[in-house]
């Protein structure tokens, strides 16, 4: 529903939600550093190495990355719309071959966080919905940097829905969005290892 809801907003919509979730960002840098120890004390304390903990890691300047990431995608020109494509057949009809948004993608990522914003950010500047399933470990951080971009489309006057975040740790998760979700997601996009993409690639 969220994505049809979408498909339709204008582009000055989808801008100013983006702007907003944004400033939540900043905003509300002092609560995604929280979530982001959270996060942290949990990976030192399972033994995570050293590449793993840098992935996972957030600071103010990072935080800012995003917040700036958002306003740059914002910034980009709107695909919805775009001819790709055009010809005229000998009868004389003109046939053009136009962008639309896909429907609903679902994004599953590892432990990187900051994949929450710029993924969420780049569905909702093409009109898409989106479903992102983030790695167990950087669960808290993704839940704050989500609420950011919720009050980004709060503000725009979105359905909330438009960006979702799988509320579960379960690896069960995975495997109900590459099975049982066929009829609701439109593409499932994996972000991370060789297993992660195998994984999805064979369903």
Known sequence: EASQVLALA?????????????????????????????????????????????????????????????????ALPDPIGAVIAEWTRPNGLRIQRVRVPLGVIGIIYESRPNVTCDAGALCLKSGNAAILRGGSESHHSSQAIHACLVEGLRAAGLPDACIQLVPTTDRAAVGYMLGAMTECIDVIVPRGGKSLISRVQQR
């Open 10 to 74: 204008s582009t000055a919509v989808r801008n100013a939600a983006l702007g907003a979730g944004a400033r939540a960002l900043r905003a509300r840098c002092g609560d995604i550093l929280a979530a982001n120890a959270t996060d942290m004390k949990a990976a030192q304390a399972a033994g995570s190495g050293p590449a793993m903990l840098d992935r996972l890691r957030l600071d103010t300047a990072r935080i800012e990355a995003m917040a700036a990431g958002a306003e740059a995608i914002a």
